[in-house]
T-cell receptor, first 117, second 112 residues
Framework: GAVVSQHPSWVICKSGTSVKIECRSLDFQATTMFWYRQFPKQSLMLMATSNEGSKATYEQGVEKDKFLINHASLTLSTLTVTSAHPEDSSFYIC?????????????FGSGTRLTVV | QKEVEQNSGPLSVPEGAIASLNCTYSDRGSQSFFWYRQYSGKSPELIMSIYSNGDKEDGRFTAQLNKASQYVSLLIRDSQPSDSATYLCALYPYSSASKIIFGSGTRLSIRP
């Protein structure tokens, strides 16, 4: 149980275009999902907390208008990288916590490798 | 002081030996503790969770928690080359039960 599916697993886009990444909880409902970014050989960086039915909470330094998050249902959160540039190239990972109490760890999606050319 | 501290490594351990990974944390009210394994280019995978002081064993893995000393460790027995990965320590701090705090990870290399 507790599977999180992330799509696409990799994407290449041209500079200036937008890319949408989907994160789905397959066998549980997730009122909260989390979006991370990870550059090569660096640690996970939390970008934002996605809240079902309300606005996302962004971490300091993350541009809200550039990284649009929508959490329209209890099983789907999307991250849209708008007007992507080469410096946005990174590994984006979503996660969710199964609703079995606060003592359980996150389940991560498989990640999306974004390359902006 | 970082909330969760880990030695970045790399920690090099011969195959078949015990790998010992350590993590210290600053918030005494921290509740649940986790170890994630992350292979290069992949997303993290939860391998152990521990909530009470003492040891918790699962196969070749043992998690150890000492709340008084504010450290949590992960022992990997009979280390295999496939254990080579980055290991992330994580916890729920008391003040923010909905969000896990991650350490920066320790890179483990098992040499044949």
């Amino acid at each position: 149980g507790a599977v999180v599916s992330q799509h696409p697993s990799w994407v290449i886009c041209k500079s200036g275009t937008s890319v949408k990444i989907e994160c789905r909880s397959l066998d549980f409902q997730a009122t909260t999902m989390f979006w991370y970014r990870q550059f090569p050989k660096q640690s996970l960086m939390l970008m934002a907390t996605s809240n079902e039915g309300s606005k996302a909470t962004y971490e300091q330094g993350v541009e809200k208008d550039k990284f649009l998050i929508n959490h329209a249902s209890l099983t789907l959160s999307t991250l849209t990288v708008t007007s992507a540039h080469p410096e946005d190239s990174s590994f984006y990972i979503c996660s969710a916590r199964p609703p079995t109490g606060p003592l359980f760890g996150y389940t991560f999606g498989s990640g999306t490798r974004l390359t902006v050319v | 002081q970082k909330e969760v501290e880990q030695n970045s490594g790399p920690l090099s351990v011969p195959e078949g030996a015990i790998a010992s990974l350590n993590c210290t944390y600053s918030d005494r009210g921290s509740q649940s503790f986790f170890w994630y394994r992350q292979y290069s280019g992949k997303s993290p995978e939860l391998i152990m969770s521990i909530y009470s002081n003492g040891d918790k064993e699962d196969g070749r893995f043992t998690a150890q928690l000492n709340k008084a000393s504010q450290y949590v460790s992960l022992l990997i027995r009979d280390s295999q080359p496939s254990d080579s990965a980055t290991y992330l320590c994580a916890l729920y701090p008391y003040s923010s039960a909905s969000k896990i705090i991650f350490g920066s990870g320790t890179r483990l290399s098992i040499r044949p």
